[in-house]
């Protein structure tokens, strides 16, 4: 048994990812979501451990305070700030960023290389924290973190230049940006401008802006292309939205909890599953 705990979860693609898994690799396991308040959240992981459940993911909004009640956390996850898995370990769970290795796969798969690249970070929140720590693990020559409220950016800044005792990570506004030289950027989008209804949206409008990046990745999957995207794509660059993320976080957690491999040609087919669950046709 493993589930998800997070509010809300109704309408989560996880069980999706995780079912299909299971019947794939003929591997007896069965995901369930569960609604969690946010004063029930240790007493959900004492629970989970007591009811002998193997693995949770964790969503918004418990991801930080989960780390209270672990028995241990990856590294990179204490670095981050922000965990999304739990394994069964002897006595409770340890924690894991799996949304952070989801995102490196999806980069690895579609060939965008960040060592020794420039990358731009465009926006300061979570997310953005997160992928900051997974472009300076990787090696990127540069990372520039874009926001509108720069202090959110000078904190990321910090905290990875600190963590890593490097100095390339910067901190823009967005006027900054648009004014940044040199080219082959590998540019990723973190903010929720271009969510979903409001689909015409882009956080930097200004098309000279995109001429600087070689690749880039938009968080978001709904809509499927974004405006990010379409900008990208129009001035003849690849540009991918976040599905593969999200494919590859639940994967990684899945090869966490069974002690086991997930081919590419299974995660295509789960891949398929999800984009069906989710009414994608493209
Ligand atoms: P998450 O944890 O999912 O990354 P978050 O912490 O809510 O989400 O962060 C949202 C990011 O989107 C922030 O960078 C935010 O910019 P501010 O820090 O200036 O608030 C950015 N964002 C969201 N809506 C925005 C908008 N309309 N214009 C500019 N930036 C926006």
């Not at 990010?228 to 976040?242: D, R």
């Amino acid at each position: 048994m493993c589930g998800l705990i997070g509010n809300p979860v109704g309408h989560s693609i996880s069980p999706v990812i995780h079912n299909t898994l299971a019947d794939i690799m003929g591997i007896d396991l069965v995901y369930t979501t569960f609604k969690v308040e946010e004063n029930q959240v240790e007493a959900a992981v004492k629970g989970a451990y007591a009811l002998d459940i193997l693995g949770m993911n964790v969503t918004v909004p418990h991801k930080q305070a989960v780390m209270r009640s672990l028995k241990e956390i990856d590294p990179l996850a204490e670095a981050i700030g922000a965990v999304n898995t739990l394994a069964r370990v002897d006595g409770g769970y340890k924690g894991y960023n799996t949304d952070i290795l989801g995102l490196a796969r999806e980069l690895e798969e579609e060939n965008v290389c960040i060592k020794d690249n420039p990358v731009l970070i465009i926006g300061a929140g979570g997310a953005a924290r997160a992928i900051a720590f997974l472009c300076a693990s990787r090696g990127a020559s540069s990372i520039t973190v874009i926001n509108r409220t720069v202090e959110k950016a000078q904190n990321i800044a910090e905290a990875v230049n600190g963590y890593y005792g490097i100095d390339s990570v910067k901190a823009v506004s967005i006027d900054q940006a648009c004014a940044l030289q040199g080219d082959g950027y590998v540019a990723i989008q973190t903010t929720s401008v271009g969510l979903y209804p409001d689909v015409d949206n882009v956080l930097i409008k200004d098309e000279n802006f995109y001429r600087k990046v070689g690749a880039g990745v938009d968080i978001i999957y709904n809509p499927y292309t974004t405006r990010f995207m379409k900008i990208l794509s129009n001035q003849g660059k690849p540009a991918y939205n976040g599905l593969k993320m999200l494919l590859y976080q639940g994967v990684a957690a899945f090869e966490i909890w069974n002690n086991c491999s997930v081919s590419k040609d299974m995660a295509d087919r789960v891949y398929e599953s999800m984009k069906e669950a989710m009414g994608i046709n493209e």
